[in-house]
């Protein structure tokens, strides 16, 4: 919910102004009409400026789904059965709309409503919101709407979402226990680094005595990374930014997954990742009747490595 600001005034031409909590501006301008005030301004209350924070805020996080992949799946089960049952889409589709979620999600929902109401068939409103429903989805809703079984192709949709998730939080599982790993050992090298060796280096100072070759490698290397921790850091910084900043590219992007494929361990687990995702979407593309060709093209984007993309 968001907060608004208003100035309305009534036929007496009394002025009054406060704040209105609303989904959006066009609903606080509902709910301040329905109380027969005409409207003389009406804004976001987080608006400094001339800017408008919220708005910031959607551009900030655009890269965010609407939905979260658990939200998904529990969307498209209910939605299945709602459908099942009977009920109208756009009356199930204004069901999760009422029941809560984020901002964003809400707005995704009011928006798809307004399509179908508009004329549109579902499977092409929901595509305009490719983060929460990729083409996968909307491919296999389509072939459901052609066919006259929405409501079982969404059953169906919803018990494959489901294992992909599962298979999701199996790999994150897998990966969760190297990454503690490598954390922990970063964390210990950083104390022994600012605050053992400096003490060691102290003490060894004070025994006025020459230390062993490897000793004094190992106190001067340390001091270096003591004195210009700043300036290692920023080159630290830069080399993650660069790094992500290469990931974008389709050269970066095809180096580091075939680097990936050859790491023991992680490369077999994204191969196997990989095709049991591919086996699972295609099999569903064969079970609703998609053409190879247009299955093809979206297991392309689908798959993780670039090098199985290609394929």
Same mark, same amino acid.
């Given at each position: 919910?968001?907060?608004?600001?208003?100035?309305?005034?009534?036929?007496?031409?009394?002025?009054?102004?406060?704040?209105?909590?609303?989904? !959006?501006?066009?609903?606080?301008?509902?709910?301040?009409?329905?109380?027969?005030?005409?409207?003389?301004?009406?804004?976001?209350?987080?608006?400094?400026?001339? =800017? *408008?924070?919220?708005?910031?805020?959607?551009?900030?996080?655009?890269?965010? +789904?609407?939905?979260?992949?658990? %939200?998904?799946?529990?969307?498209?089960?209910?939605?299945? %059965?709602?459908?099942?049952?009977?009920?109208?889409?756009?009356?199930?589709?204004?069901?999760?709309?009422? %029941?809560?979620?984020?901002?964003?999600?809400?707005?995704?929902?009011?928006?798809?409503?307004? *399509?179908?109401?508009?004329?549109?068939?579902?499977?092409?409103?929901?595509?305009?919101? @490719?983060? +929460?429903? @990729?083409?996968?989805?909307?491919?296999?809703?389509?072939?459901?709407?052609?066919?006259?079984?929405?409501?079982?192709?969404?059953?169906? =949709?919803?018990?494959? =979402?489901?294992?992909?998730? *599962?298979?999701?939080?199996?790999?994150?599982?897998?990966?969760?226990?190297?990454?503690?790993?490598?954390?922990?050992?970063?964390?210990?090298?950083?104390?022994?680094?600012?605050?053992?060796? @400096?003490?060691?280096?102290?003490?060894?100072?004070? #025994?006025?005595?020459?230390?062993?070759?490897?000793?004094?490698?190992?106190?001067?290397?340390?001091?270096? #990374?003591?004195?210009?921790?700043?300036?290692?850091?920023?080159?630290?910084?830069?080399?993650?930014?660069?790094?992500?900043?290469?990931?974008?590219?389709?050269?970066?992007?095809?180096?580091? *997954?075939?680097?990936?494929?050859?790491?023991?361990?992680?490369?077999?687990?994204?191969?196997?990742?990989?095709?049991?995702?591919?086996?699972?979407? =295609?099999?569903?593309?064969?079970?609703?009747?998609? +053409?190879? @060709?247009?299955?093809? !093209?979206?297991?392309?984007?689908?798959?993780?490595?670039?090098?199985?993309?290609?394929?």
């Amino acid at each position: 919910m968001a907060t608004f600001v208003y100035k309305i005034g009534d036929v007496t031409g009394q002025i009054s102004s406060g704040k209105i909590e609303a989904e !959006d501006v066009n609903r606080a301008a509902e709910k301040l009409k329905a109380q027969g005030k005409a409207i003389l301004q009406l804004k976001s209350a987080t608006a400094l400026g001339g =800017l *408008d924070l919220s708005k910031f805020r959607d551009r900030l996080f655009a890269f965010r +789904s609407e939905l979260k992949p658990s %939200e998904r799946v529990m969307f498209t089960s209910n939605f299945a %059965e709602m459908i099942k049952t009977g009920l109208p889409i756009i009356e199930a589709i204004s069901t999760f709309e009422d %029941e809560g979620g984020s901002g964003r999600a809400k707005k995704m929902f009011r928006q798809i409503i307004a *399509d179908i109401r508009a004329g549109q068939p579902p499977s092409a409103a929901f595509s305009k919101f @490719p983060r +929460s429903f @990729p083409p996968i989805y909307t491919h296999i809703m389509s072939s459901g709407e052609t066919t006259g079984t929405l409501g079982d192709t969404m059953a169906y =949709l919803a018990n494959q =979402l489901k294992k992909e998730l *599962d298979l999701v939080n199996k790999v994150r599982g897998a990966m969760t226990y190297p990454v503690i790993v490598l954390v922990v050992m970063i964390v210990v090298v950083g104390f022994i680094t600012f605050a053992v060796i @400096p003490k060691i280096t102290s003490f060894a100072a004070g #025994l006025g005595q020459e230390l062993p070759l490897a000793t004094r490698i190992l106190i001067e290397s340390n001091k270096f #990374l003591v004195q210009n921790a700043v300036f290692i850091g920023l080159i630290l910084l830069g080399s993650v930014v660069g790094f992500l900043r290469a990931l974008r590219t389709k050269k970066g992007r095809q180096i580091f *997954d075939n680097f990936v494929l050859r790491v023991p361990v992680l490369g077999t687990l994204v191969k196997k990742f990989d095709l049991a995702r591919f086996c699972r979407l =295609l099999g569903a593309f064969y079970h609703y009747g998609i +053409s190879l @060709p247009t299955a093809f !093209d979206i297991l392309s984007v689908s798959l993780s490595n670039y090098r199985y993309k290609q394929a």
